[in-house]
C-alpha cells in the first residue's frame, strides 16, 4: 500500500513558478519500487497525464508536450517524495494536481489513468493573468 499526499499548490500570476511535492508512506514496498506520477484535472475535464518518472533511480522521464521545457519532474528516494517543478506557468495549467504510483513502467503511465495503482488527494494550482 501507498499513502500519497501532495503539496505546494496555490495561486500565481502567469509566467510564475511553483514546486509540488508528492510525499509517499508505503508499506511492503520501498518508494523506489514505484513509477512516480504527476496528473492533473481542469474543471469539466478527464484528468490527463503531465509527467512520470522511472524507477528505480529517475533516469527517464516522460512529458505531455503542452509541459515540455517549463516542467521538471524529479524524486528523491532517500526522503521518499517526488517533485513537479513547473515554471513559465500559463492559465491554461490551471488545475487540480494529482500525484500518482504505480509499479509498471513510467512510460505507459499516460494510458493507463483508469488503472494507475495509487492515488494521492490532489492540490489545486490556479493561474491568474
Known amino acids: 500500500q501507498v499513502a500519497l499526499v501532495e503539496s505546494g499548490g496555490g495561486g500565481v500570476q502567469a509566467g510564475g513558478s511553483l514546486r509540488l511535492s508528492c510525499a509517499a508512506s508505503t508499506s511492503g514496498r520501498d518508494f523506489s519500487s514505484y513509477s512516480m506520477g504527476w496528473f492533473r484535472q481542469a474543471p469539466g475535464k478527464e484528468r490527463e497525464f503531465v509527467a512520470a518518472i522511472s524507477s528505480p533511480s529517475g533516469s527517464r522521464t516522460y512529458y505531455v508536450d503542452s509541459v515540455k521545457g517549463r516542467f521538471t519532474i524529479s524524486r528523491d528516494n532517500a526522503k521518499n517524495t517526488a517533485y513537479l517543478q513547473m515554471n513559465s506557468l500559463k492559465a491554461e495549467d490551471t488545475a487540480i494536481y494529482y500525484c500518482?504510483?504505480?509499479?509498471?513502467?513510467?512510460?505507459?503511465?499516460?494510458?493507463?489513468?483508469?488503472?494507475?495503482?495509487?492515488w494521492g488527494q490532489g492540490t489545486q494550482v490556479t493561474v491568474s493573468t
Open positions: 500518482a504510483a504505480d509499479l509498471r513502467s513510467a512510460q505507459g503511465m499516460g494510458v493507463r489513468t483508469a488503472t494507475i495503482d495509487f
